[in-house]
């Protein structure tokens, strides 16, 4: 399953939900970064990973690395590898 087969607007959503969801993450993490604020945003954003890899599989990371490109921020370190940019 490719993603060019997939619904756009339900892939432009996933990109949608995941920039909110990293620069969510992005902002607690500047302003506390051992806060609980900080690491529930790292909790959603790895939850939203493993979603995208339950329903896409190897082409969830096509959607993570749009995110990242469209943000220009690193993702946090979490249980889903990839060969996006880690930080964190």
Same mark, same amino acid.
């Given at each position: 399953?490719?993603?060019?087969?997939?619904?756009?607007?339900?892939?432009?959503?996933?990109?949608?939900?995941?920039e909110?969801?990293? $620069?969510?993450?992005? +902002?607690?993490?500047?302003?506390?970064? %051992?806060?609980?604020?900080?690491?529930?945003?790292? #909790?959603?954003?790895?939850?939203w990973?493993?979603?995208?890899?339950?329903?896409?599989? $190897?082409?969830?990371? +096509?959607?993570?690395?749009?995110?990242? %490109?469209?943000?220009r921020?690193?993702?946090?370190? #979490?249980?889903?590898?990839?060969?996006?940019?880690?930080?964190?």
């Amino acid at each position: 399953m490719h993603l060019a087969l997939q619904n756009a607007e339900t892939l432009n959503r996933f990109v949608e939900q995941g920039e909110t969801l990293l $620069k969510s993450f992005h +902002d607690e993490h500047q302003k506390r970064p %051992a806060s609980v604020e900080a690491e529930f945003a790292r #909790g959603e954003l790895i939850g939203w990973r493993r979603t995208l890899h339950i329903l896409y599989g $190897k082409y969830a990371e +096509d959607i993570v690395n749009r995110v990242v %490109a469209r943000t220009r921020l690193s993702l946090p370190e #979490g249980d889903v590898r990839s060969g996006a940019v880690h930080a964190y």
